[in-house]
């Protein structure tokens, strides 16, 4: 596959999972971290700090996701190859702040029912293009 049907497909991708998952997961994401700040006295310590590592991992997974989404449709691997490391920083903290939502349901799920998985749209969904766009920066040339 040629590198502009590969930009195609990835912006598919991206609209159909990344959109869903940036509108629900950065409002949660930008909520959690506005309660740590506002409601702080209603939690305990480790609660409140875990709540602001989730939201801030999810803010800077998004953003470092939309960085490198654009630099990958605009310049393509080679733009990839490019860029800063602050955008895989960014996608490395929401990556773990995604797999922390995705034990944290399945676990709940397991406890208190399936309404819980309504929650999975709040970051896991990015993995896929996330690690697409780490395969594409660091596997070889394209063939075709």
Known sequence: MNDLAQRRTYAVLALLLGLPT?????????LAVIVYFSRNSYMGTTESLTLLALGLSGILGLLGWLWLSGVYLRHGRAGLRRSSPLGWIGIACGVIGALIVLVL???????DGWALLGYLIAGPPLLIPSAQLAW?????APRG
């Open 105 to 111: 349901v399945m676990r709940l799920v397991l406890q």
């Open 136 to 140: 594409m920066r660091w596997s070889g």
């Open 22 to 30: 940036l509108a629900v997961g950065g409002t949660l994401s930008v």
